[in-house]
């Protein structure tokens, strides 16, 4: 059975171990360096408290999947702009598991008075992140073309938003 629940300290490395193939193996992030546990604790801690919110989908005790909500940009201006991330484990993608971590994390973010708009950074090539995004009202805000590079390869992101 699966469990959406706020993220605990013991789903560090499960949530890194995520994100490093994601890094290594895939274009939903362009980090091109996977990265330490240290690196990613202070990630972790933002995201401990208040409207940085960052939720696990647990299954059979393990953390395969997160969503996290996170500063979209450092200037005061932005502070009621909220930057969604949702990864899901490569062998449990398929399962709808990042259909329920986005509507749990939506959920939260239209419970807060401190947050207005949500967007999302997605790669281009991603079609099935940004129909996901879209099912759930996200507009499309434009594309970026070939800004990132990464696995030899110039790509595009597109950029979503909602306001909750």
């Known amino acids: 059975m699966l469990t959406i629940r706020k993220a ?3 789903d560090l490395p499960s949530l890194l171990a995520i994100y490093n193939y ?6 939903a992030t362009f980090d091109l360096n996977p990265k330490t546990l240290e690196e990613r604790q202070k990630w972790f801690d933002l995201h401990s408290g208040g409207k940085y919110l960052l939720l696990v989908a647990e299954e059979d005790g393990e953390a395969v999947g997160y969503a996290s909500l996170s500063p979209y940009r450092e200037w005061e201006a932005y502070a009621q702009t909220v930057e969604l991330s949702i990864y899901v484990d490569a062998a449990h993608r398929g399962k709808g598991i990042g259909d329920q971590l986005m509507q749990a994390i939506l959920d939260y973010a239209r419970q807060r008075e401190d947050i207005y708009t949500v967007v999302s950074v997605i790669t281009g090539d991603n079609e099935k992140s940004i129909r996901m995004h879209k099912k759930y009202g996200f507009e499309d ?3 970026l073309r070939k800004v990132g590079v990464k696995f030899g390869r110039r790509l595009d992101v597109v950029n979503l938003q909602l306001f909750v």
């Open 8 to 10: 605990r300290q013991e």
């Open 22 to 27: 994601e890094i290594e193996h895939g274009t």
């Open 141 to 143: 805000c434009g594309r």
